[in-house]
């Protein structure tokens, strides 16, 4: 089965400039989430969606950063305006419930680097 | 919070070699344990999980205990290949079923 796609795979942009990252999940999973990975760290969750509704974005800084499922497929995160701290690998990921974390499936990320 | 804490790297090994990665966790209930690896260009992919106290969870060769006692879910292999060079996430589930992760470590094995 196809993966969980995502693009670009680089971004390189300065500062206060706009951004935004596309994630298709795997067909069929319901939950998908945004990690946010930057260098030397693990990655961090920033948001998790169930369908089109959010369930957790406690830790997503919403004064730059936002995140939509439209129609419950494919998400969209963006960024505006951004910093220097957030030059970081975004990854997507999928899993079918969001429970199962066993079954949770991630993408190769996008490396975004903030001039 | 909830916390795990993993060896720094690289950790560098011959071929063969006998492999640890040793992690450490914090947390207040009973979590779920896991092993993700990083291969280089690819996506985070899970290696082994371990659900309770003393389960042990095994995969291409890799295995790890639940140590409740001393809250720790060291990585170790008998002997390493090329090929499991990557980086190495430990990682538990919080209370809320979100997965903290730990650092990683980068395992870099030479021919």
């Known amino acids: 089965e196809a993966g969980v796609a995502q693009s670009p795979r680089y971004k390189i942009i300065e500062k206060r400039q706009s951004v935004a990252f596309w994630c298709n999940p795997i067909?069929?999973?319901?939950?998908l989430y945004w990690y946010q990975q930057i260098l030397g760290q693990g990655p961090k969750l920033l948001i998790q969606?169930?369908?089109?509704?959010?369930?957790?974005d406690s830790q997503l800084p919403k004064d730059r950063f936002s995140a939509e499922r439209l129609k419950g497929v494919d998400s969209t995160l963006k960024i505006q305006p951004a910093k220097l701290e957030d030059s970081a690998v975004y990854l997507c990921?999928?899993?079918?419930?969001?429970?199962?974390?066993?079954?949770?499936?991630f993408g190769s990320g996008t490396q975004l680097s903030v001039l | 919070g909830d916390s795990v804490t993993q060896m720094e790297g690289p950790v560098t090994l011959s071929e063969e070699a006998f492999l640890t990665i040793n992690c450490t966790y914090t947390?207040?209930?009973?979590?779920?344990l896991f092993w993700y690896v990083q291969y280089p260009g690819e996506g985070l992919q899970l290696l082994l999980k371990a659900t309770k106290a003393d389960d042990k969870g095994s995969n291409k060769g890799f295995e790890a205990t639940y140590r409740k006692e001393t809250t720790s879910f060291h990585l170790e292999k008998g002997s390493v290949q090329v090929s499991d060079s990557a980086v190495y996430f430990c990682?538990?589930?919080?209370?809320?079923?979100?997965?903290?992760f730990g650092t990683g470590t980068l395992l870099a094995v030479q021919p």
């Open positions: 947390a207040t209930g009973y979590p779920s």
């Open positions: 990682a538990l589930s919080d209370p809320t079923n979100k997965l903290i």
């Open positions: 969606f169930q369908n089109n509704g959010v369930v957790d």
């Open positions: 990921a999928s899993s079918l419930a969001g429970g199962v974390l066993e079954k949770l499936f």
């Open positions: 067909s069929g999973h319901a939950t």
